[in-house]
């Protein structure tokens, strides 16, 4: 079975961010981030309950998941026709005010 995923232009412009602020330090280290993420979130199509329920998720329903790689952490929403990429922002920062 494969799902549909689709981008929230907010979590689009949060991976933007993240990538621009990594290459100002290592543009090779952004591009590994980058796509690491990307192929990643691309794996859900095919196994989107792969990760556990969104704990930062308030009255979450069992379809908000997230996960973590890099100290990034992606939050999405696992509904039967598509995953929706809520949010992408880096562990040490607050969820609540990101």
Known sequence: MSVTIKWNKRAINQLIRAIEYIEEDSPQNAEKVKNDLLTEISKLAVHPEKYNPD??????????????????RVSYRYTKNEIRIIRIRHTKRNPKNY
């Open 55 to 72: 704990k930062y998720h308030l009255n979450n329903d069992g379809s908000f998941r997230a996960f973590e790689l890099y100290r990034y």
